[in-house]
């Protein structure tokens, strides 16, 4: 059974720094393991993802100012986020999507907010 427990979120500044992780258990191997986040009223979206080779694809909206690594050993994923922006503000959930036959299957953790002003 996959289970997914982000920590690491919290009220920053604009400018700041910040670092989530998730230790995750019950995982393949096989399957990408993710940040994706959520604003107030909007969809959630792709943050970054990182599959167990170090293959990393990033969404739109932080890219260039994160880093995700992944521990298959240490069973914990990181998410560094550098110079935060009050956009940034949302609440940033761990995912693990494994692919099925024909779809890609997702698992969420409960999400961890992340807070930036100016």
């Known amino acids: 059974q996959v289970h997914l427990v982000e920590s690491g979120g919290g009220s920053v500044q604009a400018g700041d720094s910040i670092k989530l992780s998730c230790r995750f258990s019950g995982v393949p191997i096989e399957c990408k393991l993710g940040w994706h986040r959520q604003a107030p009223g909007k969809g959630r979206d792709l943050v970054s993802e990182i599959i167990t080779n170090g293959v990393v694809s990033y969404g739109s909206g932080l890219r260039g100012r994160v880093t995700i690594s992944r521990d298959d050993v240490d069973n914990t994923l990181v998410l560094q986020m550098n110079n935060l922006k009050t956009e940034d503000t949302a609440v940033y959930y761990c995912?693990?999507?494994?692919?099925?036959?024909?779809?890609?299957?997702?698992?969420w953790g409960q999400g961890t907010q992340v807070s930036v002003s100016s």
């Open positions: 995912s693990a999507r494994c692919r099925q036959s024909d779809y890609d299957k997702y698992y």
